[in-house]
């Protein structure tokens, strides 16, 4: 009755049997597979062009800003709106001062000014650290080199928006940010060498030093020192409510999880700049929707991660890329004060059992170099160690599974060792890939590390700041974007540094970074740069391993894009590029 | 009605402040804290004890749960600690997102789930029931963030097309707003649909072999009748139970495919709030998707005596 009732068709035609089931499943895969193939999908896929077997040994500073950089028949074009990607995720506060955050400096260098930045322009080095004047139209060291002078512009203005309407921007501004800076912000100690800073007059600063400190301009120029509006933060009682800055956009608005909206500042004091009308910067916190925007035309730029590029340059050769070597640093890193890692055999033989150049192929698309204690990034002042000037140390950097387990024999481990070791998923899978070339390279040595991954929240508040127990342990993690050979040394190494996870207290040590500190003669600086390189190398307090290139991509009509260095992109690159459209 | 009706509500409260209770000591016992995450990579001993005492986190655990549990209940959710704004207006920007795509998920959900499990019910055992078993089954295995990522990825190489990724308002622009949702929520939707699907074929099956069914055949009612009117209805009461639960789950999926296609619902919120240890975003988010949930329980349970006079509440 119900067959009837329900128009069900005969079954002795209608109902399938198990073979046609397994006839239609079969097609169903097949049709999966099919689907797959067609769709490219950029992680799937092998790259049409192998990547490099040997990676490049930078010599020289290997970023290629000429790629964006090619300008269009005559002068640049004003107009249009920038579409960019800039963050993953919401800023914590608008507030430059109040968070150390990249998701807060980097919306802050559109909007506000800093006494210098770093130059860009043609043929320059996305990591050169050579400076130009931003507010400072001059400045220049005295005699003794315990202070600076800045200069300000003649001609440089807050926004034309109340409380601040336009006037002109003063060095009592810079004092009062100065001094702002040093009460409320978390990167205070960057200033703990300043004496005083004061304002004899109007467009005049002194930074007066409490000792020689070489690295002085870098650190004022760094992209966390903005000169703030103080008629805002007297008003609101901080910034985070209000934007209104001397940069060279105007803020429109933020909307959270959407992005941030400014447009043209007409006052700006780089004449000529910026050349887009409009910037629109999106938070778009998944990958693949940003590949997909820049297929799409949806973005004009992204920063895409080194594992699409290969798929991207393939789907769409149109694209430019512009890189800049990645100055960060993954390292290994233990207690050093206790056993295993207190022998300095053990830590030689963790070295040279990483193969450097398996994680530049596998991570970097094979390009890159082997970072020592400094970042290989930063080409002024990094000693190659497969060059003929880094000594005999070198060969601790060598992967050479067979030395290594004659070290650890020879400090007591003949049969090998088990280990835990440590890191983290949060900075994604580049990270990840790396203890993974890790791991198996402690495995050609004998030794067993059994990875343990903690979650980023737990890992950034215990583990990297060397709240781990000693032991059988060790931690895999990157450090910070660090764009001076001091920080790298002073943060890690020095018994005072922040971030000194590993326990390092070694006198001789800290007299060599104390010593370049204080010496402002570039060559003679290099050069102890240099041999603290070589010491380092021996002593293997972090254990550097290898790092590649960052890579922007920007639409075909986007011209005059120079690479970035970190989070100045905002002042230093977009107010330069423009849209051949 | 209205005695269980006010039986219930009052036991919506000891269900919330339990909530609140057990969120306020888990995330408090997570390895990590908000101040850690705030400072991140400088966290100089001295700075994290100042913002500790700062922010009141220095405080008794159960100082901090009074008081901010005092704000609740005069509409005050907290303050952020990584952004310093109130978590209140936070929310009250972001839930029409999520609220958006959530209803256009269940009313989609329910627009494939229903009829297709009819038609399989229907035509059991025959190649369209196979057929529709398969998709439903494929609509449950398939995550949302693979699914997702295909259908951003696939058109943006095929077509340079995808999703605009800039998130406009409904009352900005309307037809502009429903052109970002409709995808995602499709296939938020989908992931529902292949457990409503297969309950309500299930559902059917059973209804379709009683007595009062073949009575009403019996009469010659129109088998659509007999069908719509007769044994979905009544096949509806465990699907509605299933449709409670399921918000949840659509909750759940808000998180992944609001990241996928970059919209600022709450469920992204969520997921910031626990990178950073932001307690107040996530003790209040958790308090609003219990009350979400416990209220969409509720008003499944009182639509039980609409869809099935029977149903008697005492």
Request: aromatic share 10%.
């Amino acid at each position: 009755m119900r067959d009837d009732l329900l128009n069900i068709p005969n079954r002795s035609t209608g109902r399938l049997t198990r073979r046609e089931a397994m006839r239609g499943l079969g097609l169903a895969g097949l049709g999966m597979a099919l689907l797959s193939a067609c769709g490219q999908l950029p992680t799937r896929q092998a790259p049409a062009v192998a990547p490099q077997a040997t990676p490049r040994r930078a010599a020289v500073p290997a970023s290629k800003p000429t790629e964006a950089a090619k300008t269009a028949a005559g002068s640049p074009k004003d107009g249009g709106i920038l579409r960019m990607y800039l963050a993953p995720e919401n800023t914590p506060t608008l507030d430059p001062y109040l968070n150390v955050s990249v998701r807060t400096q980097e919306p802050s260098a559109f909007f506000y000014s800093r006494l210098i930045m770093p130059k860009k322009g043609p043929g320059i080095p996305g990591l050169a650290y050579m400076f130009e004047g931003d507010l400072a139209e001059s400045w220049k060291a005295s005699d003794d080199l315990l202070s600076y002078t800045f200069n300000l512009r003649p001609n440089i203005k807050w926004q034309n928006t109340p409380p601040l309407n336009g006037r002109p921007v003063t060095a009592q501004d810079v004092v009062w940010s100065y001094e702002r800076f040093l009460k409320v912000s978390p990167e205070r100690s960057r200033f703990d060498y300043v004496a005083s800073a004061t304002a004899p007059d109007n467009r005049t600063v002194v930074f007066k030093l409490k000792d020689l400190y070489a690295p002085f301009e870098n650190a004022i120029g760094a992209p966390y020192f903005w000169i703030m509006p103080k008629e805002v933060v007297e008003q609101d009682g901080d910034a985070s409510k209000r934007v209104i800055g001397s940069g060279p956009f105007i803020f429109d608005r933020y909307e959270s999880g959407v992005g941030f909206f400014g447009h043209k500042n007409p006052n700006y004091h780089r004449k000529g700049e910026p050349h887009v009308d409009e910037i629109q910067m999106l938070i778009i916190p998944d990958q693949a929707t940003r590949m997909a925007g820049l297929r799409a035309k949806e973005l004009d730029g992204a920063e895409v991660e080194q594992q699409d590029l290969d798929p991207l340059k393939q789907s769409n050769p149109e694209m430019q890329v512009v890189e800049v070597e990645f100055n960060n640093n993954v390292c290994i890193y233990w207690k050093v004060e206790e056993p295993p890692f207190n022998d300095v055999r053990v830590r030689q033989a963790f070295s040279m059992a990483i193969n450097r150049d398996e994680m530049l192929a596998t991570v970097f698309n094979g390009r890159g170099g082997w970072n020592t204690s400094v970042a290989w990034a930063l080409s002024e002042w990094w000693l190659d160690p497969q060059g003929p000037d880094f000594g005999p140390n070198a060969r601790y950097f060598k992967y050479d599974p067979a030395e290594a387990r004659k070290l650890l024999a020879a400090a007591g481990y003949p049969n090998g060792m088990k280990i835990d070791l440590i890191s983290t998923p949060g900075y994604g899978q580049r990270v990840i890939q790396q203890v993974e070339v890790i791991q198996q390279g402690l495995k050609s040595a004998g030794v067993e590390a059994n990875i343990k991954m903690q979650e980023y929240a737990a890992y950034i508040s215990t583990t990297f700041l060397g709240k781990f127990d000693g032991g059988d342990m060790i931690v895999v993690g990157p450090n910070a974007n660090f764009n001076e050979p001091h920080e790298f040394f002073f943060l890690l190494y020095h018994p005072k540094g922040p971030r000194n996870a590993s326990g390092v207290n070694d006198p001789k040590l800290t007299e060599m970074i104390e010593k370049q500190m204080r010496t402002l003669d570039k060559a003679d600086r290099k050069q102890q740069i240099n041999d603290i390189q070589r010491y380092l190398a021996g002593q293997m307090y972090y254990v550097p391993t290898a790092a590649g290139f960052r890579s922007m991509v920007y639409q075909p009509y986007v011209r005059d894009a120079y690479p970035r260095s970190d989070f100045g992109l905002g002042a230093e690159v977009v107010p330069k590029l423009w849209l051949d459209k | 009605m209205h005695p269980y009706l006010a039986r219930r509500l009052l036991l919506v409260v000891p269900t919330l402040i339990g909530v609140t209770m057990v969120v306020f000591s888990l995330v408090r016992l997570l390895p990590g804290d908000a101040v850690s995450m705030l400072l991140q990579d400088y966290a100089y001993a001295k700075d994290a004890d100042e913002m500790r005492a700062r922010l009141g986190l220095d405080r008794p655990v159960y100082v901090q749960y009074f008081e901010w549990l005092g704000g609740v209940l005069q509409g005050n959710l907290g303050t952020s600690l990584r952004s310093n704004e109130p978590v209140t207006v936070e929310i009250s920007n972001r839930m029409p997102v999520t609220a958006e795509l959530g209803l256009m998920a269940i009313a989609i959900g329910l627009l494939i789930a229903v009829p297709v499990g009819v038609i399989s019910a229907v035509r059991q055992d025959t190649r369209t029931d196979y057929v529709l078993r398969g998709v439903a089954i494929a609509m449950l295995a398939i995550p949302g963030f693979w699914l997702g990522t295909l259908v951003i990825t696939l058109p943006s190489i095929w077509w340079q097309w995808t999703p605009p990724l800039r998130y406009t308002r409904l009352w900005d622009d309307p037809g502009k707003n429903l052109g970002q949702m409709i995808i995602p929520a499709i296939i938020l939707g989908i992931a529902l649909s292949g457990t409503v699907m297969r309950l309500t074929r299930a559902q059917m099956l059973e209804v379709l072999r009683q007595d009062y069914v073949r009575t009403a055949s019996a009469k010659g009612l129109d088998e659509r009748a007999v069908v719509f009117r007769h044994a979905l209805r009544n096949a509806f009461i465990p699907v509605l139970t299933l449709l409670g639960l399921e918000v949840a789950i659509v909750v759940g999926g808000a998180v992944v495919v609001e990241s996928v296609f970059a919209l600022p619902g709450i469920g992204r919120y969520l997921l910031e709030g626990i990178q950073y240890r932001d307690y107040p975003v996530i003790q209040a988010l958790n308090l609003i998707f219990a009350t979400v949930i416990v209220l969409a329980n509720l008003l499944v349970d009182l639509l039980y005596g609409w869809f099935d006079p029977r149903v008697r509440y005492s």
